[in-house]
């Protein structure tokens, strides 16, 4: 089970990006995407939307306490920050705990990060360190923890699914 | 040399997610982002900030016209929609493209595309087909195209550079 935790959402400024950071959690292979800061149903309307057309059971889920779930995590905990020890330093050894099964908690920051959270976290993981998106980070992320294999996978119970090609849309329905 | 194109900027609904397009693409490694639409001089003021401080001379450039520039293009043209072929399809051939020294323009949509963009460019390009984030799929595109060298980049002139840590954050200020 793979966990995206997104930390101190603000209903005005953050909507979108939430909810994209919720959806690339979804198309890249995550379970489920925890927010704290404010609580926004538009996020969670927006990403609920999503599965139901575009199949699996993805869901976006409000926490009020982001410590509680950081500390009562029972797995791996990965906090994506520019801060951090670069990306492939520490991919493979995550990987390797995800192959044996253990659940992985993945942390993306909204502006300001507590302290606490680099302390909790087993990995502080930098995307680059560069400044740019929570979503593009999270997504690279994802793409080497599975090596390319998420970009092929297919959601169960779609009732949209695209049939890809090189001009143009396709769209079938189910 | 790359060049993103981004569509349709809507100043009041897109400024953060423009923003974070354009820092996606300078933490890339493309050189330049052009976007159409609406006018947004924060847009080009947040992109601008983060190259005077963190290095390089990527910025964000106006274009009263994308037609004109996709028309005028002399190099690849690759649109990224979740219609397109897959990735892993096409990822090669534009990887040898680039290496002949061919100008890159990646296209990235807004909310409604011209159909007109499909048809004019010459690879269509899906980033999983299923619904997310333009600056997530600008990021895996562009990691995949640099096979992951991109990540290691270190940008001239930086007045602030990370200095990666396991724990906690680092700044040199040069």
Redesign the interface.
């Known amino acids: 089970m793979i966990a995206v935790l997104r930390l101190g959402h603000r209903v005005e ?1 953050d909507k ?2 939430t909810s ?2 919720g ?2 959690a ?3 292979g995550a379970d489920i995407m925890y927010y704290s800061g404010d609580r926004d149903a538009t996020v969670e309307q927006t990403v609920l939307e ?1 599965s139901r057309s ?1 199949g699996g059971s993805f869901k976006a889920e409000y926490v009020g306490s982001w410590r509680t779930i950081v500390k009562r995590w029972e797995g791996l905990k990965i906090h994506l ?8 330093q520490a991919v493979e050894e995550i990987r390797a705990h995800h192959k044996k099964g253990e659940n992985l908690l993945v942390i993306v920051g909204g502006e300001k990060v507590d ?1 606490e959270v ?2 909790l ?1 087993d ?2 993981l ?8 929570e ?6 992320f994802l ?2 923890l599975f090596e ?1 294999e ?4 297919a ?1 169960s119970d779609a009732r949209l ?2 049939e ?7 769209l079938v329905r189910h």
């Open positions: 400024r979108r990006l994209h950071v959806l690339v979804r198309a890249f999503v575009w920050t520019m801060y951090g020890i670069p990306l492939k302290a680099f302390r976290a990995y502080n930098s995307i680059t360190s560069q400044p740019h998106s979503a593009a980070a999270l997504a690279v793409d080497w390319g998420e970009l092929d996978r959601f699914q695209v890809p090609m090189a001009r143009g849309k396709k």
